[in-house]
């Protein structure tokens, strides 16, 4: 069993920072993919990036160029660097995981089998 927890959301201004941090718990496979998803009022959740062991990252284009996904394997921890936030980005934010080998990480959420509560980032204009 994986257990995940997001930190780090917060209520910023337009153009501002964060840095989300997700801690990875339990027994995880030596072979996965990890995922950042959101999901707005009344949307569906949507993938944000991906990463897997190696450090194979993917980006969906809304977030190319602002977002960075990295790893501390050390620490069991998934980070999401948010640049130039918008108000657009405003969201609750998931971490996710799936075990096996990938190609490449599945940018769908319905890819990942372990899931964590979400932390809130607000982004006002």
């Known amino acids: 069993q994986v257990h995940l927890m997001e930190s780090g959301g917060d209520s910023v201004q337009t153009g501002g920072s964060l840095t989300l941090s997700c801690a990875i718990s339990?027994?995880?496979?030596?072979?996965?993919?990890m995922g950042w998803f959101r999901q707005g009022p009344g949307k569906g959740r949507e993938a944000v990036a991906a990463?897997?062991?190696?450090?194979?990252?993917d980006y969906v284009d809304r977030v190319k160029g602002r977002f960075t996904i990295s790893q501390d394997n050390a620490k069991n921890t998934l980070y999401l660097q948010m640049n130039s936030l918008k108000p657009e980005d405003s969201s609750m934010y998931y971490c996710?995981?799936?075990?096996?080998?990938?190609?490449?990480?599945?940018?769908?959420?319905?890819?990942?089998?372990?899931w964590g509560q979400g932390t809130q980032v607000t982004v006002s204009s």
């Open positions: 339990g027994n995880i496979s030596p072979s996965f993919c």
């Open positions: 990463i897997d062991k190696d450090g194979r990252i």
């Open positions: 996710a995981a799936v075990e096996g080998a990938f190609y490449r990480c599945p940018l769908s959420r319905t890819a990942y089998k372990y």
